[in-house]
């Protein structure tokens, strides 16, 4: 089974994040979705993506230029986290995250790994379904010392789709 954690990062925070959740899981492969492209992304059987948020509730700009449509994600299992900024951008908070899992759901991929809210303070977000967030949500602006332990306690709930 080939799993790939593929991410978007203009400032290095999504990557980082990334680095950390592949390291966790074993997975070697760490993309930056600046470099690949959809027959690379479509080669994989499961996918943890993540993306920052930027402007007003944006897609980080690597993933906003990159078509969805050309994704076949059908049945696939994806989790998806998102880094962003709940305090100066707290009515957008990883927004990102959310434009991200609704492009690769309607490229047919089975999300995994929905996050509670409750435990962030932020005033709303595109990546809230219900009370849970789809993915992770992660904060390093101004939280860094919760992304570890955020990072950690996500890892056991996804663990048995990637495993
Ligand atoms: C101009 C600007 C706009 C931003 N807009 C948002 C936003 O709408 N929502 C959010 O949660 N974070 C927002 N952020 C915060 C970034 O997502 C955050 O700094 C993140 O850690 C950047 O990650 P990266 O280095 O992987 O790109 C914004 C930051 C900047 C500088």
Known sequence: M?????????MGNTEGAANMI????????VLNIADID??????????????STWGSGDLQDDWD??????????????????MGDSESYSDTYCS???????GLKSA?????????????TFEASDAVEGDKFVGLALDNDNHEDLTENRINTWIEQIKPSFS
Not at 22 to 29: F, M, N, P, Q, V
Not at 108 to 120: E, F, I, M, P, Q
């Open 65 to 82: 230029g990159f078509d969805f449509s050309k994704l076949n994600l059908s049945g696939k299992t994806v989790a998806v986290f998102g």
């Open 2 to 10: 080939s799993v790939a954690v593929i991410f978007g990062s203009s």
């Open 96 to 102: 990102g995250m959310g434009k991200l899992a609704q």
């Open 108 to 120: 047919g991929a089975n999300l995994v790994g929905a996050v509670s809210t409750g435990g962030y």
């Open 22 to 29: 592949a390291e966790k899981l074993g997975i070697s492969d």
């Open 38 to 51: 959809a027959d690379k992304i479509n080669s994989y059987d499961k996918l943890i993506c993540g993306t």
